[in-house]
């Protein structure tokens, strides 16, 4: 896959159109310090990553001027030939890579994606339950202050105690007794597999849809290292800029289908397909953002690549390093390890917060971001924890002895954090780390 480090960024574009610096000095200022900043630094946040070349070339393309309201063949605007046939490959390289009946490319993100497929499904105040925050679902799981917990009745599903991994048999109880409408199976901070089939079988049991929320994994579906669950549930949803290494957008992948159509659809004669696309546009959007539409068209062809494998592989291989690396430290994780990119330092019983210490690692130039912990019982501004990911540093082509390295570089700011002479040190050693490696979609130093 292109890691080259040939790119956009900073030089003329396709068409040969002048510097950024040209035009506006302050942006193209800004821009050269956040790039010299994601040099010399660890991008160890889970849900972020390094773009390629092509990808960055397709988002700041020409596409973006585009008004395409409708879908392919049906648009609200003349002139759209070129649109059509650009959206109906990104369509058919999703379909083709997962395996799915039907694919929407026009959701502008991740919780756009997953606010249409609740108005496609459900109506307001009904049931539905998904992962709480602080357990590692997403605040569209039903989080109190996000629409999803104000528009509809929330029910909250747990993890396991001892495990810390979900509770299938408690969730099936609750399930059985509420009988929710929707089960979300997917999650923010959730370091381990998700059991699809475990979860199928529960919503069958209930009559309720089963939607899967891949945003962070979907690049490691694809890769082949963690279970596709487009045959076990109704719905699908993804951002498209996290492990996949698209732009930041989102799709929406459903069968044609509504098995449930009879018993929560009958006066509603569009199948779940029509469905959910008649959610994204017109009910939630307008005019799509084809340039995004373009870059995940690349982005799924890159993703294609028997590389892209490879890729995936050395991503979980890197998360599995950097937890082992971490436990020999003695530092705690939430599920006690990994089976995917990510894994949660569980800080309870630190002196300071996960965002105490979030602070200290960024100084450093580890930059993190401090999350809750199951059982967390300081305030979701503060937090017990810190999530770690590896798609970003697996990216640039760092392997699992550059994993035991981090893990040194954040013990010491860990064991002293209120040492800034430590951080300064360590925050040298990272940039001469960093400079070892060609980071994508940036151009050649
Ligand atoms: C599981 C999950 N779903 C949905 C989203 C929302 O994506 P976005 O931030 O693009 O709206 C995220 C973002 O982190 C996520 O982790």
Not at 24 to 41: G, I, M, S
Request: hydrophobic residues 40%; contains cysteine; proline residues 6%.
């Amino acid at each position: 896959m292109d890691n080259s480090a040939g790119g956009a960024i900073t030089q003329p574009d396709t068409y040969g159109r002048p510097h950024l610096a040209a035009v506006d000095c302050r942006v193209h200022e800004l821009l050269l310090r956040q790039e010299r900043q994601e040099r010399t630094t660890l991008k160890l946040i889970a849900s972020e990553n390094f773009a390629s070349s092509a990808v960055l070339e397709a988002t700041g393309s020409i596409f973006t001027n585009k008004y395409a309201e409708g879908y392919p063949g049906a648009r609200y605007y003349a002139g759209n030939e070129i649109v059509d046939e650009l959206e109906n490959l990104a369509i058919e390289r999703l379909k083709a890579l997962f395996g799915c009946e039907h694919a929407n490319v026009q959701p502008y993100s991740g919780s756009p994606a997953n606010q249409a497929i609740y108005r496609a499904l459900l109506s307001p105040g009904d049931k539905m339950m998904g992962l709480p925050l602080p357990s590692g679902g997403h605040l569209t799981h039903g989080w109190a202050v996000n629409f999803s917990g104000t528009d509809y009745q929330r029910i909250p599903y747990g993890l396991h105690e001892k495990t810390q991994q979900i509770d299938h048999d408690r969730l099936r109880e609750t399930a059985k007794r509420e009988r929710p409408k929707l089960i979300w199976v997917g999650g923010t901070a959730y370091p381990r597999i998700f059991d699809y089939a475990a979860m199928a079988e529960i919503a069958s049991e209930v009559n309720s849809y089963l939607v899967a929320d891949i945003a962070h994994i979907s690049g490691l579906i694809v890769a082949g290292v963690h279970p596709n669950p487009v045959h076990h549930c109704d719905v699908v949803s993804s951002t498209s800029h996290k492990s996949i290494r698209g732009p930041r957008g989102g799709f929406i992948l459903s069968r044609n289908e509504d098995r449930y159509q009879a018993l929560y659809h009958s006066k509603n004669n569009h199948n779940l397909a029509k469905r959910i696309d008649r959610a994204v546009f017109p009910l939630l959007q307008g005019g799509p953002h084809m340039n995004t539409i373009a870059a995940l068209a690349v982005a799924l062809h890159e993703a294609a690549n028997p590389s892209f494998r490879v890729y995936g592989q050395q991503i979980v291989k890197n998360a599995k390093a950097l937890a082992q690396a971490l436990l020999e430290r003695g530092y705690d994780l939430v599920t006690g390890g990994t089976d995917n990119h990510m894994l949660i330092l569980d800080l309870r019983d630190r002196p300071l917060s996960g965002k105490a210490y979030a602070e200290r690692l960024s100084q450093a130039g580890i930059i993190t971001n401090f999350n809750m912990v199951p059982g967390d019982w300081r305030h979701p501004a503060l937090t017990s924890g810190i999530r770690l990911g590896t798609p970003a540093v697996t990216s640039v082509g760092m392997g699992e002895a550059e994993m035991v390295q981090i893990a040194a570089f954040i013990d010491l700011v860990c064991r002293q954090p209120d040492d800034p002479d430590v951080h300064a040190c360590v925050r040298r050693d990272v940039a001469d780390f960093c400079a070892a490696f060609d980071v994508p979609g940036m151009p050649d130093r």
